[in-house]
């Protein structure tokens, strides 16, 4: 589990700032598994009750957000 959250913190995040809203997107890959997608994991915000769970590809993406720094958790 500690090598999907070094890969997750090492993935690269987009955070649109400058706009009322912004999103997070991003990539889950498995580290124990030759870096495969990691189907249906779930992804939260620290702090607050915005859940969301990866698709086949491992990608998944919160929106509306207020621009701010957040704390994922997988």
């Not at 997608?37 to 607050?48: K, Q, R």
């Amino acid at each position: 589990m500690k090598q999907v959250f070094f890969l997750f913190t090492l993935m690269i995040c987009s955070l649109s700032f400058g706009q009322e809203t912004s999103s997070i997107q991003g990539n889950i890959l498995d580290g124990e598994l030759f870096n495969e997608p990691l189907l249906m994991a779930t992804v939260s915000i620290e702090n607050t009750s915005l859940s969301t769970h990866t698709n086949f590809h491992g990608k998944f993406e919160f929106d509306n957000l207020t621009p701010g720094a957040y704390n994922l958790i997988v």
